[in-house]
């Protein structure tokens, strides 16, 4: 017992030093207010990772040692164990006060580990990682390790200025999504030793980036989770980067160097629903803390643990968790997870709207753009929920995008079709603009669409090897040039043929024959013309930036539009064939009297096609034609995609520059 008196005797010291002022750097950790419990229990609280977890605490003379504090509402006893007592809960047992636990111990410093041994309500002891930890031991071991948080050296002030500056509505926004873990793996080690740390990847992951024309890269969850194949999708430490790639300060300079590549840094967010390992958040104290008390909700369709978002504890919990992503990490960005299993109970419209969860959602939004108005956030949601993106102060859910998931299916359908099958599904291409104002939309083909049977992106398509790579490209100008941001998954942009191996890096060695590598070539010029030309983002979320040339054409499977930037000279004409015919001589109404430049064709030889182009500028010529004024003259390639730029006339320059010497 005399370890116990001592605990409790430092632990009163520490009150004293703070309120004598002597530890002045320690005090915003050690003092749970009545305001600090008030906005905890409302929801509002945004600062939780100053309050709970492991804090170091240190002065001009080093360390003093660590703080301790966590929410267990129905414990009997709480326990600081770890390497330095042995795991034994009686030398350094907590100070409970309305279910906040609390203990300084002396000399006690980074990287100790340490978990917390819970004495529930029957009188059972179990062992818990903290959810406040910073860092965590690399699995399978499940110990949080003390970390000191602070002190990175962030360079990234130019980018930071420069989002602030933006209007992320009216810039382009292309994002490569990506599994750290498999975008390269070592070779020759175990599966679990495999990964790259995040020093290692960096430098290769900024210059593909880049290479390739993305503003954004999309991280799959980052945080600590147990289980390689939940894709950290399942975790138990949201606040602690994952070990499995280095340290937390690493990540940090993985992002640092991303932003002084001018590349913007989404983290995928899971604030639905946790595992259920024993060590995690699930019955934390032996009763329900952080989901919901009844078992008919709790549980979700993936075996996991549903948030109680309706609790204000576990909103505090989750928006400073947001939060805190934000400042230690200078995240851009979140896109959220499984919105539809958030709205609806259990993602079931039949069972009702969730409205703690929808007021959850509204809170969260709300909070996070207060903080920063230039904040990404992205709702992954499959319903028909109105207003996901409209502002909250209008009934909005708040969110700044929303991934077109109908979008998606259609058009994912509608290519795997057979090419005689085409004409009589004409609509699954043209319902989409029926609706793509209705919300601010980005257009994905992520890694839910490459795996569990799905087929790759290429391979989705029917035909020879030739004719599907002929239709993957189609496919991705389509997605590239429609209103709407994009999102594409790692391997589609080598048109790889197996769908994604989490177990495994990319299939790198594809680059080796010339059809992939073509492929590629392909959507690196595609992602550039799509980044340098403001008529594919600039009136993305407006009316006057799409047009339909021919939406009515089935019997051959044709699509073709403009899209327009805000200045009316300004404006690309898109031409798709969906079917294996070429044709010379196809006539294409345009709204304007000038040239049009070929700027793009997926059948150039360069890209492993048929090489049926048009070379010199396309003139328009009087004549209606699909309603419009004049016409142009081209050739269209078999499952092919053409882009042409519009420009004035030589004629009309000179007529233009007349005009202005006589007004002179």
Not at 65 to 80: D, E, M, N, R
Not at 604 to 632: C, F, T, W
Request: with cysteine; net charge negative.
């Amino acid at each position: 017992m005399f370890e116990i008196e001592l605990a409790r005797e430092n632990h009163q010291l520490f009150k004293n030093d703070l309120k004598k002022n002597l530890v002045k750097q320690i005090k915003p950790y050690c003092e749970f207010t009545e305001i600090d419990r008030y906005l905890f229990s409302e929801g509002t609280h945004r600062q939780l990772y100053k309050k709970f977890g492991a804090h170091v605490i240190q002065n001009e003379s080093g360390v003093l040692g660590t703080y301790f504090c966590v929410y267990a509402p129905h414990a009997q006893a709480v326990s600081v164990v770890g390497d330095f007592n042995e795991w034994n809960g009686q030398y350094h047992e907590m100070i409970g006060e309305n279910g906040i636990w609390s203990l300084y111990v002396p000399k006690l410093n980074t990287l100790e580990t340490y978990k917390y041994e819970i004495t529930t309500a029957s009188g059972t002891k179990i062992l818990k990682a903290d959810p406040y930890a910073f860092y965590a031991e690399q699995r399978p071991n499940t110990a949080s390790v003390i970390y000191d948080i602070e002190g990175f050296k962030w360079t990234d002030d130019a980018w930071i200025e420069k989002r602030k500056q933006s209007n992320i509505f009216e810039q382009p926004l292309n994002i490569y999504e990506l599994h750290l873990g498999s975008w390269r793996r070592h070779e020759g080690l175990v599966e679990s030793e495999s990964f790259h740390s995040y020093a290692e990847i960096m430098d290769d992951l900024i210059n593909y980036v880049l290479e390739h024309s993305y503003t954004h890269i999309e991280l799959m969850p980052m945080y600590e989770h147990p289980f390689d194949g939940s894709w950290g999708y399942q975790a138990t430490g949201y606040y602690a980067a994952s070990s499995r790639y280095g340290e937390p300060k690493d990540l940090m300079m993985l992002i640092n160097k991303c932003h002084e590549a001018g590349i913007g840094v989404i983290m995928d967010w899971v604030p639905g629903h946790f595992c259920l390992d024993a060590h995690g958040l699930f019955e934390f104290d032996g009763q329900a803390v952080y989901e919901y008390p009844f078992p008919d909700a709790a549980i979700s369709e993936w075996g996991t643990a549903n948030f109680d978002l309706g609790k204000g504890e576990v909103r505090s919990f989750l928006i400073s968790n947001a939060l805190f992503w934000m400042k230690y990490y200078h995240i851009d960005g979140f896109r959220v997870d499984a919105v539809s299993n958030m709205i609806y109970w259990g993602g079931n419209q039949s069972r009702g709207e969730n409205k703690g969860a929808i007021e959850f959602l509204r809170r969260l939004n709300t909070e996070l753009f207060a903080e920063d108005e230039k904040i990404l956030m992205i709702a992954e949601d499959s319903t028909s929920y109105p207003l996901v993106t409209a502002p909250v102060s209008v009934g909005g859910l708040g969110f700044s995008y929303k991934w077109n998931m109908g979008w998606m299916n259609d058009t994912l359908d509608y290519i795997e079709l057979d090419n005689i099958y085409r004409p009589y599904h004409h609509n699954y291409i043209t319902f989409a603009m029926a609706y793509a104002y209705s919300e601010n939309f980005i257009l994905p083909f992520s890694h839910d669409e490459v795996v569990h049977g799905k087929k790759s992106l290429v391979d989705k398509a029917p035909g020879d090897y030739w004719q599907k790579m002929a239709q993957f490209r189609l496919l991705c100008t389509y997605q590239m040039t429609l209103p709407g941001k994009k999102l594409n998954f790692m391997t589609n942009e080598i048109a790889q043929f197996h769908e994604w191996k989490d177990k495994e890096q990319v299939d790198w060695h594809l680059l080796k024959y010339p059809a992939h590598d073509a492929s590629n070539r392909y959507i690196k010029d595609l992602n550039a013309t799509y980044l340098n030309d403001a008529a594919f983002w600039e009136l993305d979320h407006s009316f006057e930036g799409f047009e339909w040339i021919d939406v009515h054409n089935n019997e051959q499977s044709m699509f073709s539009y403009l899209r327009k930037a805000k200045d009316t000279d300004d404006f690309v004409v898109v031409v798709l064939n969906f079917k294996p015919i070429s044709y010379n001589h196809y006539k294409i109404g345009v709204p304007m009297k000038g040239e049009y430049v070929e700027i793009l064709n997926s059948d150039r030889d360069y890209y492993h096609g048929s090489n049926q182009y048009n070379g010199l500028p396309l003139v328009a010529q009087e004549g209606m034609i699909h309603g419009k004024p004049y016409y142009i003259d081209m050739t269209i390639p078999p499952y092919g995609a053409v882009i042409l730029k519009y420009q004035p006339s030589l004629l009309k320059n000179e007529e233009v520059i007349e005009e202005e010497i006589v007004g002179l």
